[in-house]
């Protein structure tokens, strides 16, 4: 086969795996699509049939591909849209139906009725109040997951039980409405969301605090890894018993759960310390980094060996 | 009974073997799969599965350079994806001794 023909050929599978694949996330679809020219040109280059005799048909190709990869299929991806519009549309013209209604009846029947005009809106926010705000409380993390929860940590995961929990709730609310049994659950579902949302923007000030201004908090409140005295620890440096720096150490707790949460903090001219998304979320040191004046990432990094070992002496061995 | 329906099961297990052995890419892993005797391996399953143990942190990549065509995308077992190997290793093992023992029964008997 010719080059020319092998590119074209090439090209145009390679396009239509993209097309197969457009529902999916940008971040999703990019990894997925990151190997595949090479994939294709390296197939193509065997002179051993056309892509579509060797690989089959496109689409099936891009399936096996989202499968593989742990990735819900296109027509999953697909049937949970139409769910979200019309979620959207019940919350959009209800409220604009209120509004219409508004000029034309008696007052206190409105009041009533605008109030009822504003469950769907409310149901819709319900759903998503109910994981965002679970995300908040059970991560003790605000800042990641406004406005888009994290659950396990992923915004993917997130997003799906969002949506799920929407459409969660607007049926519970309209199976209310329409006199069904599950009133109490939705009252119960109501204020369990309201709730929970007071407890996590009361704790948001502390939390900010936190962040930004490095306060050492009281030790029960401290949603991160710190000292006994309330420093907070932003990052471990392990070092071998001759004092040189290890990397990429594994930490855990001492029931095998991994150790994630290191403390957001600044440094003393108030700069963030930001700290690049690492492959493995429990190896150290983690890779600290600080923006200078003109924006350019600055390394923080452990000193590379210790003279001796910290602390004051080392504690006397048991048998000893 | 059709084979592919076997190999989604065992994927996991055969690519890591594979890149126990050396590093590889892509390709180079779908190759090495059909040539110890996996024919019937689909190339997007393969490239599917490097990308998800990847994200689960059982592989790293690095991307080496050619100078025809575009940049091969290396992957590599971490210690993370040798535990997995050998933790599914051990289950294979297992699994493979009960349905031995399960089929020679059967042979037994008839």
Redesign the interface.
Known sequence: MSASVADTQVRTYLDAVKAHLDDLPDADRD??L??????L???AAEDDGTLEQR?GPPES??E???????LPSREQMLARRPAQRVADRLARSTAWRAVARMNESPIPREVHGFLKELGPGWWVLRGYLAVAVTAMITSGNRRDNFPFPRIAGSYFTGSVLTILAVVVSVWLGRRVRRGRKGRAYSILLSVAVAAGTLAAMGGWETGYTDAYYDTPSPIEAAPYLHHADGNPIANVCPYSSDGKLLSGV?LFDQGGRAIVDTARVTLPDGRPVERSQP??LNAYPQALFTLNDIGQPVPLTCPPSIGAPAGPAPAPSPGG | MDTSQLLKGI?DLAVLAVLAEEDG???DVVRRLRAAGLEEV???????????LF?Q?RV?SYVVPSEE?????YYGL???GRDLLAEATKQWDAFTEAMDALLKAKEAAA
Do not use: F, M
């Open positions: 990894e997925l990151e190997d595949l020219e090479e994939h040109l390296e197939v690989l190709y891009a096996e591909l989202r499968a593989s990869a742990g594994l492959a493995i | 994927l890419y892509g390709y689909g190339d997007a399953s393969v490239y599917g599965t490097l990308r998800r994200q942190g790293t065509g575009p940049h091969r995308k971490n210690r993370s």
